[in-house]
């Protein structure tokens, strides 16, 4: 057998970040006190052309790969991003081709995604208010373009989750206020919890607002019913909000862990591996793809790095493990 379904986790996913650089700044992702304007970006030559991603998705669709998920950085930063989609969508085996936003330039470009092939964007919105959304990204951006990206998205035919970050003390006042507008627009809402990805955004087990906590709180104004898991590997804990058929989801890393069903791999700008978020080191694809390594051994080195993976890094945090030094969302893309 050529993929990698025999295995207890088998390779589903994978999730490429186009770009390192976002035009946001968001505190509990790239805080500006870091990603200044000194920070080293990577160099255009480091970065995968859209010809080596096609190369390696169409490698991975070999080993299983049914899902591609573009993401960042701010993708849509990435010159030319529907031409890559294009692309991607000509590989056989790719069922669904995904896009995770910060939505401000999803009004512009939400046509020629569709056009292209992507089936759903996720967008990140952690906030219905001007003030707090501008005291999150620290770019002095309202709510309005992501809204309007939104819309529009909707209304060329995307499939739309909006996914909002909770950080006590940050955003948590918009809980409510983001559930009443998504269940009354009938867009599906995810709740995800606050992580220790990176090792700069000062992440504290007490800014983690819980799925439980979450999950109370609304229940006690708009009761919930649990919708079945669509597919193994799925990480958002569903929910219908019950008599419509709009739906808000969970996503607990922290509190209920999910690694024995985590199917996604995840290659950095530059074309770097990474079987966990919380890793510290991703195996080094870039070098092998501009030499002259054939495809069957490029596959071989991913199904060897995959076979050997062993990550289950949310199920055993400790204070010991959240201070060590790895790798930052900006980079691996979420
Ligand atoms: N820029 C795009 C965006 O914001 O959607 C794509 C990249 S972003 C790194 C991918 C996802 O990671 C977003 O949904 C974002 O909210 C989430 N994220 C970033 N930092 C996080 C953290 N510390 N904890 C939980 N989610 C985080
Ligand atoms: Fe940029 Fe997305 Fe990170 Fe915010 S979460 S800083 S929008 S990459
Ligand atoms: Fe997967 Fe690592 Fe997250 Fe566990 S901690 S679900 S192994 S990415």
New binding site residues.
């Given amino acids: 057998m050529n993929s990698l379904d025999t295995l207890a986790r088998p390779l589903r996913d994978l999730r490429i970040s186009v770009t390192d650089r976002c035009n946001f700044r968001c505190s509990y992702c790239m805080p500006k006190e870091i990603f200044g304007k000194d920070y080293p970006f990577m160099k255009q030559a480091d970065i995968l052309s859209f010809e080596e991603i096609v190369r390696l998705a169409t490698l991975f669709s070999t080993l299983g790969v049914e899902k591609l998920r573009l993401t960042g950085g701010e993708p849509l930063l990435r010159k030319d991003l529907p031409k890559l989609v294009t692309q991607l969508s000509k590989i056989p085996s790719i069922k669904y081709i995904t896009l995770t936003t910060n939505g401000v330039f999803l009004a512009k470009y939400a046509q020629s995604l569709l056009d292209a092939g992507i089936c759903r964007v996720n967008v990140s919105l952690d906030s219905l208010n001007n003030e707090v959304f501008k005291a999150i990204n620290n770019m002095n951006i309202g709510v309005e373009p992501v809204l309007k990206g939104i819309f529009k998205a909707r209304d060329v035919g995307l499939e739309v989750k909006v996914n909002m970050v909770v950080k006590k003390g940050l955003n948590d006042e918009q809980i409510m206020p983001m559930v009443r507008f998504f269940k009354e627009e009938g867009i599906n809402l995810r709740f995800i919890e606050f992580m220790d990805v990176g090792s700069s955004n000062g992440w504290n087990m007490k800014d983690v607002v819980t799925k439980k906590e979450l999950y109370e709180k609304i229940h006690e104004q708009y009761p919930l019913e649990p919708i079945d898991r669509d597919y193994f590997g799925e990480v958002a804990k569903r929910y219908r909000y019950k008599g419509t058929k709009a739906e808000v989801g969970f996503i607990s890393?922290v509190s209920e862990?999910?690694?024995g069903s985590?199917t996604?791999a995840r290659l950095s700008t530059d074309g770097k591996l990474f079987t966990?978020?919380?890793a510290s080191s991703g195996y080094d694809l870039r070098t092998l793809l501009r030499s002259d390594t054939t495809d069957e051994e490029i596959v071989e080195r991913i199904r060897n790095v995959w076979e050997k993976r062993d990550?289950?890094?949310?199920?055993i945090r400790t204070e010991e493990s959240t201070s060590k030094r790895k790798i930052e969302m900006s980079y691996i893309g979420g």
Avoid: K, N
């Fill in positions: 890393s862990t999910f690694c985590c996604r966990c978020l919380f990550d289950r890094y949310s199920e």
